[in-house]
């Protein structure tokens, strides 16, 4: 994984929502200085969610989406995982269900 994205990517401005579609695993490297990247592993699962904890912890769902601080792991429907690395520990990331 790079340790800076290009000046001309798409990733220069840190991402404001991070969105999840059926059962596919992707690793992105998104710019943020502090190095901010996820994985997503959902084989099997299809939505919408109906529940879901972020570090252990329950997290509302309101119309397909939830709000999340930090780094950790999110856990949706006890299949699907979208794990959060290297970001600030107070940035808020808003997760939308498609």
Do not use: H, K
Not at 13 to 37: I, K, M, N, Q
Not at 67 to 80: I, K, R, Y
Request: with cysteine.
């Amino acid at each position: 994984m790079p340790s800076e994205p290009p000046e001309s990517s798409p990733w220069a401005e840190p991402p404001r929502e991070v969105s999840a579609t059926g059962a596919s695993v992707s690793r992105a490297f998104c710019g943020e200085a502090s190095g901010l990247s996820y994985t997503w592993i959902a084989a099997g699962w299809s939505g919408p969610p109906v529940q879901a904890t972020w570090n252990g912890q329950a997290v509302e769902i309101q119309d397909d989406s939830l709000t999340v601080t930090g780094n950790g792991t999110l856990e949706v429907d006890g299949t699907a995982l979208l794990e959060v690395s290297g970001g600030a520990a107070d940035r808020e990331l808003a997760i939308r269900f498609r």
